[in-house]
């Protein structure tokens, strides 16, 4: 590789910070949340803002951009179709409460952008989009045509992959495009990931009503928090374990109970909020039979992370390992709870044996499938083929460790792309004075490290230069 290049490069992304920075903030102060669907926007105003805002920076970097017209669109170095596309989601999940920064006013803050999707995805768009720029600025002629793609769903479903059956603005970029022969996805971590689990999103639903109180958890506007309201009652606890009771002018009685919040991947048995609420209703001594049953069967999924509840635990591979499960959310349908649970699989799992098991472990519990609103399927690429060989060995040198491969537990678009690698960035390095459970992914006062993002710029600016010697 031209050394000469690479220190042209290397100072290129050293004096392009504070754009990185200042590109970073308007991402990130862009509300991308999913919205009504609405012609043209198909995953609402938010999402596709963003991709407006991503065809406005390519043209003004004198890029080449289209707009698929399914909630995706990209930015090509060159007029041709696109041989490599690198994956970024424009979308963010819900602020949520408890921010001691903006989540939509970003700052730097020690080093560190601070806002909703700062490192879940927009630091990363920013890194790729500049380090692109500065491959045009220093005229370096590829053999292929490298290009950023920018989705708008990948939070809630990757339906902009996929299509929304009936609405002709969401086909969905796979039903009408043609991928790119290589893409990379730096929406997980260094130095690359092979293959990913499947996942299974069942909704279990109480087959009676609770009696007494209305309960939820994991809420968009509270995604760590887990919430029980009770009427007016004389005698009730003052206090609860790990919970927070307060009342309103009418006497109705809220009790609410909080966690770290957390990307959802991010799976602690015992340690979310529907657990924590659980054991606390449970403490309460007045609740009927029936309602205690039902918060029962609720904890025991929650706590669960080994799919050993509703009956899929044990099943796994030599190379994803095992089963998984993570419960962090329900909802209230007319009277009735109702619980979200997330299955990861293996490969060599069939979906059908996860229903059935599933169904029939949920009707042991009193709960009904009352709908799979999200699944995919694993998939896994083969590790010793030249590119993953080589993007291994680049993200290692340039990071100077030695970790190996690894399998997404998550979902990313790699799970839909043909040919594609989960591809950095680690770009989550909260300040050192943020204390535990800030700063991450998904998580109150999101931050990305510039310092990460500048060392991603630099792998994967060798990644393009080693590409142009191989056959993509």
Not at 238 to 257: H, R, Y
Not at 371 to 390: H, N, Q, R, V, W
């Amino acid at each position: 590789m031209d050394k000469e290049l690479l220190q042209k490069i290397d100072l290129c992304i050293d004096a392009c910070r504070s754009e990185l920075a200042k590109t970073t903030i308007e991402l990130v102060n862009i509300r991308s949340v999913q919205g009504e669907p609405l012609p043209g926007a198909p995953f609402g105003k938010g999402p596709r803002r963003m991709l407006d805002k991503t065809l406005e920076m390519g043209r003004d970097a004198g890029f080449y951009p289209v707009d698929y017209n399914v909630g995706v669109v990209s930015i090509a170095l060159k007029d041709s179709a696109p041989d490599v596309g690198i994956w970024i989601h424009g979308d963010v999940v819900p602020e949520g409460i408890g921010w001691n920064f903006e989540p939509y006013n970003a700052v730097e803050y020690k080093g560190c952008i601070i806002g909703r999707g700062a490192t879940d995805n927009k630091g990363q768009m920013a890194a790729i989009y500049h380090l692109l720029r500065i491959f045009k600025e220093l005229d370096i002629e590829l053999k292929y045509n490298p290009a950023l793609y920018v989705g708008s769903n990948e939070e809630t479903g990757m339906r902009d992959l996929n299509g929304v059956p009936g609405n002709e603005d969401a086909r969905g970029f796979l039903n009408v495009c043609e991928a790119p022969k290589l893409s990379l996805v730096p929406d997980s971590s260094f130095p690359v990931g092979y293959g990913g689990k499947g996942s299974v999103k069942a909704l279990l639903r109480s087959r009676t009503p609770l009696e007494g109180f209305v309960l939820t958890a994991g809420q968009d506007e509270a995604p760590a928090r887990a919430t029980a309201v009770f009427p007016p009652q004389e005698n009730f606890p003052q206090e609860l374990p790990g919970a927070v009771i307060t009342k309103d002018s009418e006497g109705n009685i809220t009790v609410t109970c909080d966690t770290a919040q957390v990307h959802g991947n991010s799976s602690k048995s015992g340690g979310n909020a529907v657990v924590k609420m659980c054991e606390a209703l449970k403490s309460i001594g007045t609740l009927s039979e029936n309602d205690l049953k039902i918060i029962e069967a609720f904890k025991l999924i929650a706590e669960d992370t080994t799919g050993a509840c509703l009956n899929v635990a044990g099943a796994e591979d030599n190379i994803m390992g095992p089963m998984s499960t993570l419960t962090r959310r329900i909802d209230w349908k007319d009277g009735y709870p109702e619980i979200q649970t997330i299955v990861y699989y293996p490969t060599g799992i069939e979906y059908d044996w996860i229903v059935e098991n599933m169904t029939a472990a949920a009707a042991d519990l009193g709960l009904e499938v009352t709908g799979i609103p999200y699944t995919k399927k694993p998939y896994l690429l083969d590790p010793e083929s030249e590119t993953a060989e080589m993007l291994h060995r680049v993200a290692n040198e340039v990071t100077g460790e030695d970790k190996p491969m690894y399998i997404v537990k998550g979902g990313t678009y790699a799970h839909f792309l043909p040919n594609a690698y989960a591809f950095g960035m680690d770009g989550s390095l909260p300040p050192e004075d943020f204390a535990e459970g800030r700063g991450g992914a998904h998580g109150v006062d999101e931050a990305v490290s510039l310092d990460r993002l500048q060392r991603a710029m630099r792998i994967y600016a060798r990644v393009l230069l080693e590409l142009n010697e191989m056959c993509i």
